[in-house]
T-cell receptor, first 113, second 113 residues
């Protein structure tokens, strides 16, 4: 069973609309949870990093939340732009080892004009 | 800015060929990683190196080997390429043992025919 599950698998929204991507994880304890944005054909780029004690972190129009009780994180994108079209990957770093970083399979977001 | 570069963006090789993928980072990071990324599977760790000449197998090391002769350079080797190794290969690095953020290279899209 994948320890980091993301939903939805893909999402299409109109430019200017908001959306929320979900990440459920079972990894525990963990050092930090990150959201990455990956443009097609590119490497992932970090959007937010939260430790287990933080419950929200913003980066411009991106806001990540973390609920350690329910083991859920979400990434909220406000006023979407065409450049937001990308895959968004949730990543959890266990406390034990950097080599055991666990990646979700990503949500493919498409913004339509 | 941290920079992680990979030797090729696109590569086409024949079955049975030996393939070298190179990754270079310019921020003196101790830890370097090779992942492959396939649709629906997310990033899977092939090998991890925590120091020069030191390496650790990841989740899918079969068919791959690695070399780290210098701190800034981490090479992935496909001894005899096969079609099921067609994939996107991503290199990443992180500083020290406080793995707060991974920095990714742009990726190499390898096609084995």
């Amino acid at each position: 069973k994948n320890q980091v599950e993301q939903s939805p698998q893909s999402l299409i929204i109109l430019e200017g609309k908001n959306c929320t991507l979900q990440c459920n994880y079972t990894v525990s304890p963990f050092s930090n949870l990150r959201w990455y944005k990956q443009d097609t054909g590119r490497g992932p780029v970090s959007l937010t990093i939260m430790t287990f004690s933080e419950n929200t972190k913003s980066n411009g129009r991106y806001t990540a939340t973390l609920d350690a009780d329910t083991k859920q994180s979400s990434l909220h994108i406000t006023a979407s732009q065409l450049s937001d079209s990308a895959s968004y990957i949730c990543v959890v770093l266990p406390l034990s080892s950097a080599s055991k970083i666990i990646f979700g399979s990503g949500t493919r977001l498409s913004i339509r004009p | 800015d941290v920079k992680v570069t990979q030797s090729s963006r696109y590569l086409v090789k024949r079955t049975g060929e030996k393939v070298f993928l190179e990754c270079v980072q310019d921020m003196d990071h101790e830890n370097m990683f090779w992942y492959r990324q396939d649709p629906g599977l997310g990033l899977r760790l092939i090998y991890f190196s925590y120091d020069v000449k030191m390496k650790e197998k990841g989740d899918i090391p079969e068919g791959y080997s690695v070399s780290r002769e210098k701190k800034e350079r981490f090479s992935l080797i496909l001894e005899s390429a096969s079609t099921n190794q067609t994939s996107m290969y991503l290199c990443a690095s992180i500083p020290g043992t406080e793995a707060y953020e991974q920095y990714f290279g742009p990726g190499t899209r390898l096609t084995v025919t």
